[in-house]
Nanobody
Framework: VQLQASGGGLVQTGGSLRLSCAAS????????MSWFRQAPGKEREFVAT????????YYADSVKGRFTLSRDNARNTVYLQMNSLKPDDTAVYYC?????????????????WGQGTLVTVSS
């Protein structure tokens, strides 16, 4: 599976962005999909994950209520809608695919990674 992330950019505090992650191949719906992010000088951290069917999602506390993760299995694409953005959300955002069962909120559970897209939130 190859993953292509897009949609990053520069936005002011309180603004919104929608990230997309397009996957190649015919097995997209067999993967749990997630987003991680890495801020400057910090380790990569979990942001959100969505089940294979798209019916169950889980969020890090830092983004809960502001970010929404969805997927379109017909288009092999997952979306991360980010609202009420804060400067602390500034990071490179990575999409990732996993065949692990359960929550899968750690990097080691992921088999494939996108190249990352930069989100910068100005104060």
């Amino acid at each position: 599976v190859q993953l292509q992330a897009s949609g990053g950019g520069l936005v002011q505090t309180g603004g919104s962005l929608r990230l997309s992650c397009a996957a190649s191949g015919r097995t997209f719906n067999t993967y749990r999909m997630s987003w991680f992010r890495q801020a400057p000088g910090k380790e990569r951290e979990f942001v959100a994950t969505i089940s294979r069917s798209g019916t169950i999602s889980y969020y890090a506390d830092s983004v809960k209520g502001r970010f929404t993760l969805s997927r379109d299995n017909a288009r092999n694409t997952v979306y991360l809608q980010m609202n009420s953005l804060k400067p602390d959300d500034t990071a490179v955002y990575y999409c990732a695919a996993s065949r692990a069962s359960g929550l899968a909120d750690t990097e080691s559970q992921y088999d494939y990674w996108g190249q990352g897209t930069l989100v910068t939130v100005s104060s």
